[in-house]
């Protein structure tokens, strides 16, 4: 198996020095090339599940092992993609794509390499621009450029689109959709939008919360595109909701009961 989530548990400390389950008995395999998004309420800890297989925190428990070695910090093997791009403001688009790989790189063959990705994600005719000159989508279009650029066996996203509009995300879906199949990457993918899930996965990983469990595991067995498949996926939606529901009037009920306590 290319990734193993193991007996994941994630703690937190609450504000009375309290231990509050985010993550409880997570297990998960994924297979080298799948697109898999993880889908569930608010606080199911889809970004805190993320943010452990990148590296970036710590499980209280639990291992996550890549081609069977286990991962405790970042690397090259993973790029991370957030819902706000994150680029630099001081640099333009192609010196922003540039700026991780000028480590291990000649400058000469940075450029080559961040002109590569920068064209997948059309934005050619934009190298010379700056962060701020660029719409919400093409700076994620950018972020996941850099990304690429560093060539990471897994590509972990949470919620990218989250703060596009839905005809920036649509368009977006079909790019994302066409690197993903030209560049058979492993996808970590993390959505509040069932329809997202459905369009883009291979599997779909649907959560429950307080604390964050797998509910189920559902595959995605649609040719691709998807949109002439309307009614399929629909079926589809109505059964992940069948799931997710009872999870949603969960979170409902304790936000109701948390705002009558103040």
């Known amino acids: ?8 548990n994630k ?4 504000k009375n020095e309290n231990a509050a389950t985010v993550l409880k008995d997570i297990d998960l395999q994924i297979n080298k090339g799948e697109f898999v998004s993880i889908l569930g309420p608010s606080g199911c800890g889809k970004s805190t599940l993320l943010s452990i297989v990148a590296g970036l925190t710590e499980a209280t428990s639990g291992k996550i092992l890549v081609e069977d070695k286990e991962i405790k910090k970042p690397g090259k093997d993973r790029g991370m993609v957030f819902q706000q791009a994150a680029l630099f403001p001081w640099i333009n688009v192609l010196e922003n794509v540039m700026f991780p790989l000028k480590k291990d ?18 934005l050619t005719n934009y190298l010379d621009h700056y962060p701020h000159e660029l719409s919400g989508g093409m700076q994620q279009r950018v972020a996941i450029a850099r990304a690429l650029a560093m060539d ?3 590509l972990l ?10 005809q920036t995300r649509t368009r977006l879906h079909g790019q994302l959709e066409e690197i993903w199949m030209e560049t058979k990457k492993t996808v970590m993918f993390v959505t509040h939008s069932i329809s997202e899930s459905i369009k883009l996965s291979d599997r779909i990983i649907v959560m429950g919360t307080r604390p964050g469990t797998v509910l189920t595991d559902i595959k995605v067995d649609l040719p691709r595109p998807r949109d002439a498949y309307k009614t399929e996926m629909v079926e589809i939606e109505n059964h992940i909701m069948s799931y ?3 999870e949603i009037d969960k979170v409902i009920s304790e936000e109701q009961n948390h705002e009558a306590n103040i």
Request: proline share 4%; hydrophobic share 45%.
């Open 152 to 154: 990471p066996e897994i």
């Open 105 to 122: 790189m000649s400058k000469k063959d940075a450029e080559a390499q961040a002109r590569k990705y920068l064209k997948m994600v059309q």
């Open 11 to 14: 703690q937190f400390l609450d």
């Open 157 to 166: 996203m949470d919620e990218p689109f989250g703060a596009l509009d839905e």
């Open 244 to 246: 997710l529901k009872k």
């Open 1 to 8: 198996m290319f990734i193993s989530i193991n007996q994941l």
